[in-house]
């Protein structure tokens, strides 16, 4: 694993320029090139964002091939300002988790629910919020958009970070206890450095999962109000709505074709660049590529145009922010058990205050006969979601064993991966439809697997990242010492891949719950397949503009997604963090 450095040649740059000569390089010309053309799409995108709400009636979405290149860049600008928010969300809220007990127990529940909680059950309660901050103006619209696209990426990122901060190898943080680091110097050269590889893979995986919920985010439909913002996602709608499987495919195209590019110039680099921060002793033969990284480090011109803007990141990173030395109170074993409890009691009220606000909400049109039903409709869901977690687990662990140990695998699937989980389910529900009435199957089975058509996803990139993080001396050891066969599983990678594992199931879990809203209920034309579950119940709630029965909804399935992560996810959790370290 490699600490982030200073770099005293970076404090030098007129030094560095007459070393090197005036004359940029090739280089310089393409890496100018590709930025200058992308602050252009930038700017003129964002422009585009802030006009009056008035242009989405007088200009609607249309199927328009020509209009398309416009729909996918607004698109790709949405999920890329979901992203950082999504990452300023991860670095602060999944940081405190993990460092404060007391946050954790009011967190990591949070993150529980908020993960299931479909986006439409976001979208019911904060369109007419964000349209009320900028009224009259289509920024509304667009954060509304953009939230919802960011309750699809953040929750696995969060998760991602908390596993690794918990699980930071011994050896290293006894040596930052040693050196005396401050929290802050301690982040920036220890805990984000040693997240930064996992927490790439789940980036990647986020922004998949954000596509795959791009048609709910940008085709807005709540009660009787309808708003189409401009994008991919409104062309798959409304391609979906007139059965047009001919602008179906060229919007999948479409979507490829970005996921391609930014897979090229933004995640692959990444990848190559975070490669630096693997936990290992021995220097790896077998590293990522990537043509754009290779392209920035022979550039002559555009490194020394940076040298200026990394002084102040780089002095951020070196500076030991002053901290209030305090002396701990010591408490004794009762008076620590009272604050304790007295925490928890503190909690236990909140949520008390929380079940009561929602039951005198929902109690004013519904009966107990109405939640009996409910949660019958979450087992049946339940029973779905655990069926196919352990299917997918069977298949796509051992698959990610295998790519993550081969660099160069990794690099060609990887475009092809994330084009898998962004794709909507939305474009199979003719297939699905079809076949479905052609052979009278039941729906409640054959519906299901549409659940984990994106969130089986979240395993594959886990384990992926969990097998490339093997350090190199252990897979040398363990090839010296003849491991092979269900040992090396066992006893190599098993043990090194459980945690990230244990992270990717707990979100495809939770993702399974947030997908059963549009895998539950299935329309095509005038058929309409149904299959009896809480996320059908959900979907029609929202489709009738029923508040009740959509908070009714949302609160049963928090406490199915809470009660089975504490039966199951987070004791397996505590088992990593006691007894699968690194160190």
């Known amino acids: 694993m490699v600490f982030l450095s200073g770099d005293r040649l970076g404090a030098r740059p007129l030094a560095r320029f007459l070393r090197v000569g005036p004359a940029p390089s090739w280089a310089d010309l393409i890496a100018f090139l590709l930025l200058a053309a992308t602050a252009v799409l930038v700017l003129r995108g964002a422009g585009e964002m802030s006009e009056p709400l008035s242009r989405l009636h007088t200009t609607p979405v249309t199927l328009d091939p020509a209009r398309l290149p416009e729909y996918a860049l607004l698109t790709t600008l949405r999920m ?137 985010s940008e085709a807005i439909t709540v009660g009787k109000t309808t708003i189409a913002l401009p994008g991919i996602g409104s062309w798959l709608s409304l391609a979906i709505d007139r059965q047009d499987m001919k602008a179906v495919s060229i919007g999948v195209g479409a979507m490829a074709v970005v996921i391609l590019l930014y897979d090229q110039l933004v995640f692959r680099p990444i990848v190559a660049w975070a490669d630096k921060f693997r936990f290992e002793q021995t220097a790896s033969q077998d590293r990522p590529g990537s043509w754009v990284y290779d392209l920035v480090r022979r550039t002559r011109w555009l490194r020394l145009a940076a040298a200026p803007l990394n002084w102040p990141a780089r002095a951020m990173a070196a500076v030991d922010w002053p901290t209030v030395r305090v002396e701990p109170v010591r408490l004794g074993p009762k008076a620590a058990r009272a604050l304790d409890g007295l925490w928890l009691a503190v909690i236990a009220v909140a949520v008390a205050a929380a079940v009561w606000w929602i039951w005198t909400f929902v109690s004013r049109t519904l009966h107990w006969n109405d939640v009996l039903v409910v949660f019958g409709l979450g087992l049946a869901t339940l029973a779905r979601v655990v069926v196919l977690i352990a299917l997918t687990s069977l298949i796509w662990a051992p698959i990610g064993v295998w790519i993550g140990l081969r660099p160069a695998w990794a690099e060609r699937l990887q475009p092809i991966a994330q084009f898998l989980a962004a794709f909507p389910a939305n474009v199979l529900f003719p297939f699905v439809v079809v076949a479905i009435v052609a052979l009278h199957a039941d729906p409640n089975i054959w519906l299901s697997p549409l659940m984990v058509l994106g969130t089986q996803w979240y395993i594959l990139f886990n384990v992926i990242a969990g097998a490339s993080a093997i350090p190199s001396d252990m897979k040398e050891a363990a090839g010296i010492f003849g491991i092979r066969g269900w040992q090396w599983w066992r006893q190599v990678a098993l043990p090194a891949i459980f945690p990230y594992y244990v992270t990717g199931a707990l979100t495809a879990s939770g993702g399974s719950w947030n997908a059963s809203i549009v895998a539950e209920a299935v329309t095509w034309g005038d058929k309409h397949l149904e299959a009896a579950g809480l996320g059908a119940f959900i979907a029609k709630a929202t489709a009738d503009g029923d508040g009740a029965r959509v908070a009714l909804g949302v609160a049963v399935m928090s406490i199915f997604v809470i009660a089975f992560n504490r039966m199951l996810w987070r004791p397996m959790y505590r088992f990593a963090e006691r007894r699968l370290r690194l160190a």
């Open 80 to 216: 890329f300002a979901a992203l950082g928010a999504s990452l300023l969300f991860t670095f602060t809220v999944a940081t405190l988790a993990a460092k404060s007990r007391k946050a954790e127990l009011v967190i990591v529940p949070a993150l529980d629910i908020l993960q299931s909680v479909p986006v439409l059950g976001f979208l019911t309660f904060t369109v007419t919020f964000f349209m009320g901050l900028f009224p009259g103006r289509e920024l509304g619209v667009e954060c509304a958009a953009i939230f919802a696209i960011f309750t699809s990426q953040a929750w696995n990122m969060a998760f991602s970070f908390y596993q690794s901060l918990r699980t930071i190898p011994t050896d290293l943080d006894e040596v930052s206890q040693q050196f005396g680091f401050s929290p802050w110097r301690r982040f920036v050269r220890l805990e984000l450095p040693f997240a930064t590889p996992g927490l790439v893979w789940n980036v990647m995986m986020s922004m998949s999962g954000g596509w795959f919920f791009v048609v709910a």
